[in-house]
């Protein structure tokens, strides 16, 4: 198996702490597969070829071009099946983005988000548009024009705009009320939690009071926001993200249940243990097993 040429992580990173974005080209006759993890940007990549793509605990697999939107709070690994793949990467902070005034479209698009849909079918006529985009991009990061962060941030969210189209308006939410914003708030600060790069830096909010305290609100008040929103207590929130992402470490990673335990804020094993058994009907390492 060949393995695709890229920069260095680490040189990825020094770069996108200096300037929030970095795009590149993929280079063809690539059959790699990308680890678990995330790191403090976002991405979206254009390829075409066959791929295995893991996404927090579900899996898709796409033949043709796709389009893939990586969101630094959820864990992905990334499999090519076919012999060639081609396409484009762009990566970027969320700071870069911030300055932009549609910025608040990665919270509310369905695009970035856990359960919404981070993986888009392209065709052939939107496949030629995009790859003009992208490499209007790697040709203005090359140049010293004053003004290019500016027009890369546009062209990021023309690419993000045109994934859109391809969306259900049912699937967005326009926070209409102060109910709705204090949830779309608490749903954010959840993500948030979940960015756990080693297991010895567990999750520091764990109860619903330790959310209300950190969004300096009544814990009674967050509770009736979320339950009339959503339907669902904050708790059970809480606690399906925490085994959503529970599912995704013993499938992503080679932690041992108990580094996976404690990186969830759990002090000791058997605490995990039970607790993932009571919301799922089986042991973690039942889980693992049944994976592998």
């Known amino acids: 198996m060949g393995k695709v040429k890229v920069r260095s992580v680490s040189s990825f990173n020094n770069e996108l702490k200096l300037k929030g974005f970095n795009v590149y080209q993929i280079e063809s006759d690539s059959n790699a597969t990308r680890i678990y993890s995330r790191k403090d940007f976002y991405k979206i990549c254009l390829t075409t070829g066959k791929s295995r793509i893991h996404y927090a605990e579900r899996s898709f697999e796409m033949d043709g071009t796709l389009l893939f939107f990586g969101n630094p709070h959820i864990p992905y690994s990334w499999e090519t099946i076919s012999r060639t793949c081609s396409g484009y ?25 856990l359960g919404g849909t981070p993986i888009l079918k392209i065709s052939e006529e939107r496949r030629e548009f995009l790859n003009t985009i992208y490499r209007k991009m790697i040709d203005e990061q090359k140049t010293s024009y004053i003004y290019k962060d500016d027009l890369i941030r546009n062209y990021i969210n023309l690419i993000i705009h045109e994934a859109l189209k391809l969306q259900p308006s049912e699937n967005y939410d326009q926070h209409k009320n102060a ?11 959840l993500e948030r939690q979940f960015v756990i790069e080693s297991a010895d830096r567990p999750i520091q909010l764990r109860t619903a009071h330790d959310y209300a305290k950190a969004l300096n609100v009544h814990v009674n008040h967050l509770n009736r926001s979320v339950k009339e929103v959503t339907g669902k207590p904050t708790t059970v929130h809480i606690a399906e ?3 959503t992402e529970a ?20 002090i000791y094993p058997t605490y995990f243990n039970n607790f993932f058994k009571r919301m799922t ?5 039942t889980l693992r097993t049944e994976i592998i």
């Open 241 to 243: 993200r925490i085994v």
């Open 179 to 189: 109910a709705s914003r204090i949830t779309a708030v608490f749903l954010e600060l």
């Open 89 to 113: 990467t762009c990566l970027f902070s969320e700071e870069f983005l911030k300055t932009s005034v549609r910025s608040e479209i990665l919270q509310q698009s369905p695009l970035f988000k």
């Open 281 to 285: 009907g089986m042991a973690p390492s």
């Open 247 to 266: 599912k995704a470490l013993l499938q992503h990673t080679d932690w041992t249940v108990a580094e996976i335990a404690y990186a969830l804020g759990f």
